[in-house]
């Protein structure tokens, strides 16, 4: 048998998503300079990382510490997150006629969302690279994640928000101790809010995907899908897709796992819901040069789905392509009348965004996209009790 080894992180080079040019692993750097696109991590696929070397591991995302960025273990900030678990929603099956829709739950991770992830890793890495000054922009989640994990880090911490946002995704930032700023807009307008603000360049931007490292941490869903289903991928995958990170990184560690031996093509269709208020997913597939033009984007119930211009789009359109996915969207009614719907069947409060992908099932059927026998899963990406206040008719 062979002996396990101390995990060690494979991770190589960063490498431009346009061009492939690369550049070194060591680097503090946000986006390529070469053709201004986000950087991803390369791992040298080579070396020997077996799956069965995961059994007895911790039960979160660094169980796959081989295949994420950071190389010394002593930097890793967690707060728990990850491993999240998978429930067949079995009522919901039976009551619509589908053979099995799984639902990974996120809202386990730290801060209630799938953004801990992200974070923890990006957060981790930045400390490994001596960073201790962070600024994002956010449509909510993502600002409380990185106020908490600052916390933990003794980092300072800049969080810039639409000023629409239910108060307690502003109020969870200003308790973990960060800045918080307001924007009136979207996150887009607080994109520039940041870039204002930080026009010296005293805070590292950690915006999605204009760094090389929150998607690494998101990857990990791809890996634990995997992991937790036996090594036999679902038929289709269906998640909330704002800026992309999660598809994108899921796809990725997909590659990642085939090209270790670890799983077997067929890879599952990737499907990525929008609401109809902002679907600039959905106007990329309809017209993939002048997308920018093709919606008018307003808020949304489900903030984190309020991205009117993401900046991997052309991942997106990638992870969209090759997967032979589409994009569904869906309108405020059904997400409501979808959070009431899991709430009274299967006991789970889920976010808009994870009960917008779940309205995004039956268009997928009524389009013969997915057939009854398939295996669904489905993302919910954060708690709804995050969102009470949008019940209240607050906001
Ligand atoms: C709850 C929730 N779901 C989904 C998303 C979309 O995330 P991604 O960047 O992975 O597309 C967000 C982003 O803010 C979010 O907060
Ligand atoms: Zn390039």
Known sequence: MRKQQDPYSLATFLSCSNCNRSYPVSEVINVSPCCNQPLLVEYDHQKIFLKEDLAGRQNNLWRYFEMLPVKDPTNIVSLGEGFTPIFPLKKLSDNYGYSSILMKDESHNPTGSFKARGISVAVSRA????????????????????????????????????????????????????????????????????????????????????????????????????????????????YPAGGGTGLIGIWKAFDEMLKMGWINKPLPKMIAVQTANCAPIKAA????????????????????????????????????????GEAITVTEEEILDGINEIAKTEGIFVSPEGSAAWKAIAYLKQKGSIKDSDIILLFNTASGYKYMESFNGKK
Not at 173 to 201: F, H, S
Not at 303 to 322: D, N, S, Y
Request: a negative charge; glycine letters at 8%.
């Open 127 to 238: 400390k490994e690279l001596g960073i201790d000054k962070l600024i994002i922009p956010t449509a909510g989640n993502a600002g409380g994640a990185l106020a908490a994990y600052c916390a933990k880090a003794e980092m300072d911490c800049v969080v810039i928000m639409p000023a629409h946002t239910p108060d307690l995704f502003k109020n969870e930032c200003e308790l973990y101790g960060a800045k918080l700023i307001t924007v009136k807009g979207l996150i887009d307008d607080c994109a520039r809010k940041a870039n204002e603000i930080n026009n010296k360049n005293e805070y590292f931007n950690i915006s999605t995907l204009k760094e090389p490292y929150r998607v690494e941490g998101k990857k990990t869903m791809g890996y634990e899908i995997a992991e937790q289903l036996s090594w036999q991928l679902p038929d289709v995958i269906v």
């Open 285 to 324: 597939l309809q017209d993939p040069e002048h997308w920018e033009k093709g919606f008018t984007p307003k808020p949304t119930i489900a903030h984190g789905l309020a991205v009117p211009f993401p900046f991997g789009m052309h991942l997106i359109q990638k992870t969209l392509a090759e997967s032979n």
